[in-house]
């Protein structure tokens, strides 16, 4: 079963016009707990991206062996990801519930040292950088009667302010 994000539009309308940013694909199991009666089908996932924090580390200066041009500076993001499964229950009055999950997950974007012509560390310490992540798209399935996979692909943008 395929599902399109369940966020405000707003939220997650994708800019067009992205400099720094980064796509990772998130696949993770939410296991139904003890207490929650068995899945017969899943309705929806609702998917909540949080950025928790952010900082500039230092790297190598070049071309990396896939191409990519290594400023000697990236900014690694700390993303919460909250996703909450409602799902029809396979008892006799075929209840819904829910059933939900957390996970962390580290992001590395490669940014310029410089941007404008202003220094990036100092526009991070001046908080001027804005960190925005969004959900393009969600896939879930049932596994089995306790659990359900669920595929996420997430963008990270990085903005000046």
């Not at 962390?104 to 960190?131: H, N």
Request: aromatic share 6%; charged share 20%.
């Amino acid at each position: 079963m395929y599902c399109k994000p369940n966020l405000s539009s707003e939220l997650n309308k994708i800019p067009e016009n992205l400099s720094y940013f980064k796509e990772e694909l998130l696949s993770e199991t939410i296991v139904l707990d003890r207490i929650q009666p068995d899945i017969e089908s899943v309705l929806d996932v609702l998917v909540t991206p949080e950025i928790v924090s952010y900082k500039v580390v230092n790297t190598q200066v070049g071309q990396s062996n896939e191409g990519q041009s290594l400023s000697g500076y990236k900014l690694v993001v700390e993303v919460k990801i909250t996703a909450n499964a409602t799902y029809v229950a396979t008892d006799c009055s075929q209840s819904v519930h829910g059933q939900g999950f957390q996970t962390m997950k580290s992001i590395f974007i490669v940014i310029p040292a410089t941007i404008g012509t202003i220094d990036t560390c100092e526009l991070v310490r001046s908080d001027k950088i804005q960190v925005t992540p969004y959900i393009e798209f969600v896939k879930f399935r049932e596994l089995d009667c306790r659990r359900i996979n669920s595929c996420i692909m997430l963008l990270v943008n990085v903005t000046t302010c």
